[in-house]
């Protein structure tokens, strides 16, 4: 069982930036971001998944390619999230999940992942 733990979610101006981290207590190929808003499902952000070596891969949600980042610290067991340019439609609790070999047609599913943070809200005003 791998635990997962979010910080650095936050109140920030739109325009602004926050960075997310979530350390996981094991090594998982996959780590990956999801969000959800009051009222809507659950949807991707980023993923980021090692594919072999020192070798991987990301992808992002089109909503925030261009202003997010993901990048991962496998040495302690750590995804972040870079988040610049907030618009208030990026509000919404943030969850980082992990898993094994999740593949491109199936990164975008939460079911494809086997554990998940606690969540972190993240509040962008206008």
């Known amino acids: 069982q791998v635990q997962l733990v979010e910080s650095g979610g936050g109140l920030v101006q739109a325009g602004g930036s926050l960075r997310l981290s979530c350390a996981a207590s094991?090594?998982?190929?996959?780590m990956a971001w999801f969000r959800q808003a009051p009222g809507k499902e659950r949807e991707f952000v980023a993923v980021?998944?090692?594919?072999?070596?020192?070798?991987?891969?990301?992808y992002y949600a089109d909503s925030v390619t261009g202003r997010f980042t993901i990048s991962r610290d496998n040495g302690k067991n750590t995804v972040y999230l870079q988040m610049d340019s907030l618009k208030p439609e990026d509000t919404a609790v943030y969850y980082c999940?992990?898993?094994?070999?999740?593949?491109?047609?199936?990164?975008?599913?939460?079911?494809?992942?086997?554990?998940w943070g606690q969540g972190t809200q993240v509040t962008v005003s206008s």
């Open positions: 980021h998944e090692w594919s072999g070596g020192i070798t991987y891969y990301t």
């Open positions: 999940a992990a898993g094994g070999n999740i593949g491109y047609n199936s990164y975008y599913t939460p079911r494809s992942y086997d554990y």
């Open positions: 094991g090594r998982t190929v996959s």
